[in-house]
């Protein structure tokens, strides 16, 4: 059996990247980062990590991979999400009363935030 220990993305500034996700997900540095990778984690307990590592790729428009953060509170956490530095993504592939709203990190990595309360 295996299990997801931790989610990669690339960043073009692995600092500015790992600034948003720790203040957005309330995750620490799991050991020492350095300017090409850093590994964030939950502070206690389990969950997966999320690993950021220098990358030169362009960030793709659609992503094939991205991240769901769940909420009972979206449009707080939208709203919070977007003072740390994230920013709204023109969505055109939002279905008829969607229960995700799209972002993009400073980096400009797609995530959704999922409103676990919508029915």
Known sequence: MVRI???VMGASDVRRAAAFWKAALGYVE???STD?????VPPEGP???????RSGTPVQEVPRVHLDLYTEEQDAEVD?????????????LYPEDPDFVVLADPEGNRFCVIDTTHG
Do not use: E, Q, S
């Not at 090409?36 to 964030?40: G, K, S």
């Not at 969950?47 to 590592?53: D, F, S």
């Open 5 to 7: 220990g931790t989610l």
């Open 30 to 32: 799991r050991g020492p």
């Open 36 to 40: 090409d990778w850093v590994v964030l």
């Open 47 to 53: 969950g997966a990590g999320l690993a950021l590592g």
């Open 80 to 92: 919070r999400l977007i003072a740390l530095g994230a920013v709204r993504v023109d969505w055109d």
